[in-house]
């Protein structure tokens, strides 16, 4: 028998629903009850669609107000001290103060740190474990979502974020391994998984995403032992348990495969290795076959000849849960119709994993096929997306395309000459609050109830008010604000040629916040400057510097739905020459800073080590591909966040760009322990506050941070700056933590 599972599906809602809902019940708007409520239809609906499209299988416990890692944080009580919290059951309060920090007179705290989840831009909430933690089971959520959808007549697999990827996800606020509290740990899980059997369970799906990266002999020699135990406490319940986002090591593989649960899920679109374990298997396999982290329709034909020697019962699914899909491309109306039809999103996933079922089942049944066949060979075709100059110009690179003109030391003499900064030079990352009458006047013009010109004249009222603020504030080297712009790369792809874009694409990127990638369909090129006209219109304003804004190659392709008929870093390429283009006309149109935002460098890394060097050559590539145009005199600021730097510092070294701002407030300086041992070469701004909090940093915290970094970074080459871009937050809360923040660059000069 064939059975069709999901492993988890978007839970933002087709429309945010869940989005529009918390944020009403953050500024106050809605209750509690009327959150709960809009939760529990999205749920619902969640089910019936999947249950609609064919999936045996369908998951509960995939649904999060905020972060599944938050949630089993709250699950095993491991709330840290700092929170107040009493021990009950954990409180939504509790909940979003470790999600969003709070700054009540009862709880003034900081939010938890917060970083990606393996090379996705989904973001996950880290928990932080003492050495003496103690869990015990603190939330109800799995409980209540398997006996809500048993009462909507679904019968459901719970998830839970198994123990070793929890763990190994976590810190020790001790910098301990934290892998030395699984005998902690595990009895509150066996507890967990006893309750669910109890309340009738048939599957109980144990994720361990974990098992993807290169785990050393430590973690290995856990893995059967945890799975056992797991498997006797959840008795007749069947255990699934779940791998993703790259193939597992034959190691790995060895353990869990020994071990007693039922079934495992394997990814067989990003782990290719997987497929060498699926001819002889003594488990029921789940195989991933229908890509979860990316939109386009799959080739059934040639899954089904993939799969064709795999004995016995199976399970077929995504490759990894689909929370990383949009959900309903009937939904859309955006994307024109040739290129729609070759696309998939969540719920054409599931009609895809239903044909494969009714296909290998009923054998014969071809008709579904011929279809998808038709799709796949027309796309292949397509004069859509091909174009021979761009593909010419991929082939040029050489030395010269690469690197500046004279070394960062001699650049920077120059620089400082001419630029004539202060010690301690504060800037900030680029764009200013994108408040509601921004947000609105943007909907207006889309919808043409706003002319060009009116929308045009709005923008630079904005941009002359945002400047204006700016130099009141005492900022050195000023930005323009990034009112023009949805988002930071949505706003470049639609001025690229061989993008595209969805009305209805949302992916969760953290919390409330969703992401709308654009789709990368063809060859990349630049028809006309982006962002001149707006930096020019700056510069124009003031006195001050002013720096121009741009998105870098890495971050645009990994921020898109990348195509898949060539390799990514052709793709990268592509795309580095048009910024490079951009970045040409800036400096010819009197721009003397450029900043090109590499957030997404980081998350980027391949999953296994063996492969991050050929990634980091290509991606450091492309960023001085689009870097190295410019004249000695014109700087190039970068920027990145929420990541650990750590492991690739000597990369973002290797971009040679003279000025660097990066996070490093929300994780308090960590990263400056690399620079213990990594002498960071050029100039840097670390982050001195956190802006995904409404909180207002105090004037002496960041005094204390800067001097911090002092300590292994020459204060030359020290740069004052907030860790990322203000657009999520409101005008009053950001002119007082620039202050704050000014004042303290005015102290540490004193
Ligand atoms: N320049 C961008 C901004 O300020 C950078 C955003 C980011 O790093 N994610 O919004
Ligand atoms: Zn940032």
Same mark, same amino acid.
């Given at each position: 028998?064939?059975?069709?599972?999901?492993?988890?599906?978007?839970?933002?809602?087709?429309? &945010?629903?869940?989005?529009?809902?918390?944020? +009403?019940?953050?500024?106050?708007?809605?209750?509690?009850?009327?959150?709960?409520?809009?939760?529990?239809?999205?749920?619902?609906?969640?089910?019936?669609?999947?249950?609609?499209?064919?999936?045996?299988?369908?998951?509960?416990?995939?649904?999060?107000?905020?972060?599944?890692?938050?949630?089993?944080?709250?699950?095993?009580?491991?709330?840290?001290?700092?929170?107040?919290?009493?021990?009950?059951?954990?409180?939504?309060?509790?909940?979003?103060?470790?999600?969003?920090?709070?700054?009540?007179?009862?709880?003034?705290?900081?939010?938890?740190?917060?970083?990606?989840?393996?090379?996705?831009?989904?973001?996950?909430?880290?928990?932080?474990?003492?050495?003496?933690?103690?869990?015990?089971?603190?939330?109800?959520?799995?409980?209540?979502?398997?006996?809500?959808?048993?009462?909507?007549?679904?019968?459901?697999?719970?998830?839970?974020?198994?123990?070793?990827?929890?763990?190994?996800?976590?810190?020790?606020?001790?910098?301990?391994?934290?892998?030395?509290?699984?005998?902690?740990?595990?009895?509150?899980?066996?507890?967990?998984?006893?309750?669910?059997?109890?309340?009738?369970?048939?599957?109980?799906?144990?994720?361990?995403?974990?098992?993807?990266?290169?785990?050393?002999?430590?973690?290995?020699?856990?893995?059967?032992?945890?799975?056992?135990?797991?498997?006797?406490?959840?008795?007749?319940?069947?255990?699934?348990?779940?791998?993703?986002?790259?193939? *597992?090591?034959?190691?790995?593989?060895?353990?869990?495969?020994?071990?007693?649960?039922?079934?495992?899920?394997?990814?067989?679109?990003?782990?290719?290795?997987?497929?060498?374990?699926?001819?002889?298997?003594?488990?029921?396999?789940?195989?991933?076959?229908?890509?979860?982290?990316?939109?386009?329709?799959?080739?059934?034909?040639?899954?089904?000849?993939?799969?064709?020697?795999?004995?016995?019962?199976?399970?077929?699914?995504?490759?990894?849960?689909?929370?990383?899909?949009?959900?309903?491309?009937?939904?859309?109306?955006?994307?024109?119709?040739?290129?729609?039809?070759?696309?998939?999103? !969540?719920?054409?996933?599931?009609?895809?994993?239903? *044909?494969?079922?009714?296909?290998?089942?009923?054998?014969?049944?071809?008709?579904?096929?011929?279809?998808?066949?038709?799709?796949?060979?027309?796309?292949?075709? +397509?004069?859509?997306?091909?174009?021979?100059?761009?593909?010419?110009?991929?082939?040029?690179?050489?030395?010269?395309?690469?690197?500046?003109?004279?070394?960062?030391?001699?650049?920077?003499?120059?620089?400082?000459?001419?630029?004539?900064?202060?010690?301690?030079?504060?800037?900030?990352?680029? +764009?200013?609050?994108?408040?509601?009458?921004?947000?609105?006047?943007?909907?207006?013009? &889309?919808?043409?109830?706003?002319?060009?010109?009116?929308?045009?004249?709005?923008?630079?009222?904005?941009?002359?008010? !945002?400047?204006?603020?700016?130099?009141?504030?005492?900022?050195?080297?000023?930005?323009?604000?990034?009112?023009?712009?949805?988002?930071?790369?949505?706003?470049?792809?639609?001025?690229?040629?061989?993008?595209?874009?969805?009305?209805?694409?949302?992916?969760?990127?953290?919390?409330?916040?969703?992401?709308?990638?654009?789709?990368?369909?063809?060859?990349?090129?630049?028809?006309?400057?982006?962002?001149?006209?707006?930096?020019?219109?700056?510069?124009?304003?003031?006195?001050?510097?002013?720096?121009?804004?741009?998105?870098?190659?890495?971050?645009?392709?990994?921020? +898109?739905?990348?195509?898949?008929?060539?390799?990514?870093?052709?793709?990268?390429?592509? *795309?580095?020459?048009?910024?490079?283009?951009?970045?040409?006309?800036?400096?010819?149109?009197?721009?003397?800073?450029?900043?090109?935002?590499?957030? !997404?460098?980081?998350?980027?890394?391949?999953?296994?080590?063996?492969?991050?060097?050929?990634?980091?050559?290509?991606?450091?590539?492309?960023?001085?591909?689009?870097?190295?145009?410019?004249?000695?005199?014109?700087?190039?600021?970068?920027?990145?966040?929420?990541?650990?730097?750590?492991?690739?510092?000597?990369?973002?070294?290797?971009?040679?760009?003279?000025?660097?701002?990066?996070?490093?407030?929300?994780?308090?300086?960590?990263?400056?322990?690399?620079?213990?041992?990594?002498?960071?070469?050029?100039?840097?701004?670390?982050?001195?506050?956190?802006?995904?909090?409404? &909180?207002?940093?105090?004037?002496?915290?960041?005094?204390?941070?800067?001097?911090?970094?002092?300590?292994?970074?020459?204060?030359?080459?020290?740069?004052?700056?907030?860790?990322?871009?203000?657009?999520?937050?409101?005008?009053?809360?950001?002119?007082?933590?620039?202050?704050?923040?000014?004042?303290?660059?005015?102290?540490?000069?004193?």
């Amino acid at each position: 028998m064939i059975t069709t599972a999901t492993i988890g599906y978007p839970r933002i809602g087709p429309k &945010r629903e869940l989005k529009k809902a918390l944020e +009403s019940f953050w500024k106050g708007d809605i209750k509690e009850n009327e959150l709960q409520s809009t939760a529990k239809d999205l749920r619902k609906k969640n089910w019936e669609i999947q249950k609609e499209n064919g999936i045996d299988l369908i998951t509960s416990n995939d649904f999060s107000f905020y972060d599944q890692v938050l949630d089993t944080i709250c699950l095993l009580g491991a709330v840290p001290d700092r929170y107040n919290w009493q021990g009950d059951d954990v409180d939504l309060k509790t909940y979003f103060a470790m999600a969003r920090g709070s700054q009540t007179k009862e709880l003034d705290v900081s939010a938890l740190e917060m970083t990606k989840w393996f090379d996705t831009n989904y973001h996950y909430l880290v928990p932080e474990l003492k050495s003496d933690q103690k869990f015990k089971i603190s939330s109800q959520k799995p409980f209540e979502e398997f006996k809500e959808a048993q009462s909507a007549g679904y019968k459901t697999k719970p998830v839970l974020l198994g123990p070793i990827t929890f763990l190994l996800l976590s810190k020790s606020t001790e910098g301990k391994n934290t892998l030395d509290l699984l005998d902690n740990l595990l009895p509150v899980y066996l507890e967990i998984v006893k309750k669910l059997n109890e309340l009738g369970a048939e599957w109980i799906q144990i994720d361990e995403p974990i098992f993807v990266k290169d785990l050393d002999e430590g973690v290995i020699s856990k893995i059967k032992k945890t799975l056992n135990s797991i498997k006797e406490a959840a008795g007749n319940s069947k255990i699934l348990l779940t791998t993703y986002f790259e193939s *597992i090591d034959q190691k790995v593989k060895e353990e869990v495969f020994a071990s007693d649960v039922d079934a495992v899920h394997l990814d067989l679109v990003r782990g290719e290795n997987n497929f060498n374990y699926i001819k002889d298997s003594n488990k029921t396999l789940s195989l991933g076959v229908i890509n979860g982290r990316n939109i386009w329709k799959s080739d059934l034909t040639q899954i089904i000849d993939q799969i064709k020697d795999v004995k016995g019962d199976f399970i077929i699914s995504s490759s990894c849960p689909l929370l990383h899909t949009p959900y309903d491309l009937d939904l859309e109306t955006k994307v024109p119709e040739n290129i729609k039809k070759w696309l998939a999103f !969540a719920k054409q996933k599931l009609q895809e994993i239903n *044909i494969l079922k009714q296909n290998i089942n009923h054998g014969e049944a071809k008709s579904d096929l011929t279809d998808n066949k038709a799709c796949i060979e027309e796309r292949k075709k +397509s004069s859509l997306i091909h174009d021979d100059n761009v593909k010419a110009r991929v082939k040029t690179i050489n030395e010269d395309t690469l690197n500046r003109q004279s070394k960062y030391e001699d650049r920077a003499k120059i620089q400082r000459d001419i630029f004539n900064l202060p010690l301690y030079p504060t800037t900030t990352i680029g +764009s200013f609050p994108q408040t509601k009458d921004v947000r609105q006047a943007r909907a207006k013009n &889309r919808k043409g109830e706003l002319s060009n010109e009116d929308y045009d004249k709005f923008l630079e009222d904005k941009t002359i008010e !945002a400047i204006k603020r700016q130099e009141e504030l005492g900022i050195d080297v000023i930005v323009h604000g990034e009112f023009e712009r949805n988002d930071m790369v949505e706003y470049f792809g639609e001025n690229l040629k061989g993008f595209t874009f969805t009305s209805s694409g949302f992916v969760q990127s953290y919390g409330s916040r969703c992401v709308k990638p654009p789709i990368i369909f063809g060859d990349v090129s630049r028809p006309e400057p982006m962002t001149v006209r707006w930096s020019k219109f700056a510069q124009k304003q003031t006195s001050s510097i002013v720096k121009g804004m741009l998105t870098g190659p890495i971050t645009i392709l990994q921020w +898109s739905f990348v195509r898949d008929d060539q390799p990514r870093q052709t793709t990268a390429e592509q *795309i580095a020459f048009a910024i490079r283009d951009e970045v040409a006309d800036l400096e010819s149109n009197g721009i003397r800073m450029i900043q090109i935002d590499e957030p !997404a460098l980081r998350e980027g890394l391949p999953l296994k080590r063996k492969d991050w060097d050929e990634y980091l050559k290509w991606s450091v590539n492309a960023f001085r591909i689009s870097a190295a145009v410019v004249k000695n005199e014109t700087q190039i600021h970068t920027h990145m966040c929420y990541a650990e730097f750590e492991d690739i510092i000597d990369s973002i070294a290797a971009l040679d760009a003279d000025v660097i701002s990066i996070e490093t407030s929300r994780s308090r300086m960590e990263l400056l322990k690399t620079f213990e041992k990594f002498k960071y070469p050029n100039e840097i701004g670390p982050g001195v506050y956190d802006i995904h909090s409404p &909180r207002v940093p105090k004037k002496d915290e960041m005094v204390e941070l800067i001097k911090k970094a002092s300590k292994q970074i020459d204060p030359k080459r020290l740069w004052v700056n907030p860790d990322c871009g203000l657009k999520t937050r409101g005008w009053p809360e950001t002119i007082d933590a620039l202050k704050e923040m000014v004042s303290a660059a005015k102290e540490l000069r004193g």
